[in-house]
């Protein structure tokens, strides 16, 4: 067990002493013991009667004493409890503090956890894809036959123009060649008729 502090003493002795409340029987006492002095006939009364003053006196001195080292042990405690009040409020606010920054800490860990989730899907994302190196080699794949399927459709174009050239030509070619037949026709028909009326009509003989 630790050392008793003296304030620890004082309070248990006068908590066996009592509270003060006979005062007023001690001064009801000593105003007692006052008149009967002043009303003593004889000189050993009057002694003893002021012996009882004396010692009523002292135990009057003796409650106030008391009394004063209840007082300013009251004091005492009361600025100790203000200390300790002092000291758990620091203490509340430090522990606010305290709490502030865990959270804090909380919510900065946690934007780096969804962070790093969203890294580490992108990362796999980016890992199903090709590298930089192969795109570039796939597109210049794909400009090259881009390029020659733009020459075979240029060399599509132009046979195309050629043969609608060519049908435009052998159109007209057919169109004059019946023309030409329709002409022969009719050409053939008017020597044949001519034919026929000569035929039909004899010229007279001369005598």
């Not at 006492?29 to 002021?50: A, D, H, P, R, T």
């Not at 005492?76 to 009040?85: A, F, H, L």
Request: hydrophobic letters at 30%; charged letters at 35%.
């Amino acid at each position: 067990m630790g050392a008793v502090t003296d304030d620890e003493v004082i309070r248990k002795r006068l908590l066996i002493d009592g509270d003060g409340a006979g005062d007023d029987r001690r001064i009801n006492l000593l105003v007692k013991s006052f008149i009967k002095w002043c009303n003593s006939g004889s000189q050993e009364e009057g002694y003893s009667q002021y012996q009882r003053m004396l010692s009523t006196l002292s135990q009057c001195e003796f409650s106030m004493g008391k009394t004063l080292l209840v007082y300013d042990m009251n004091l005492r405690e009361m600025e100790n409890y203000e200390k300790i009040y002092k000291e758990i409020e620091c203490s509340i606010a430090g522990a606010h503090e305290k709490i502030a920054e865990c959270k804090k800490q909380i919510l900065q860990a946690k934007r780096i956890r969804k962070n790093r989730q969203e890294y580490d899907a992108l990362a796999k994302v980016i890992q199903h894809h090709p590298d930089r190196h192969e795109t570039l080699k796939e597109l210049e794949a794909l400009g090259k036959e881009l390029e020659h399927l733009s020459h075979i459709k240029e060399s599509v174009e132009d046979k195309l123009e050629l043969r609608r050239k060519q049908f435009h030509v052998l159109l007209s070619t057919i169109h004059e060649l019946q023309q030409t037949l329709e002409n022969d026709e009719k050409l053939s028909e008017v020597e044949e008729a001519q034919e026929i009326s000569m035929e039909a009509d004899p010229k007279p003989q001369t005598s």
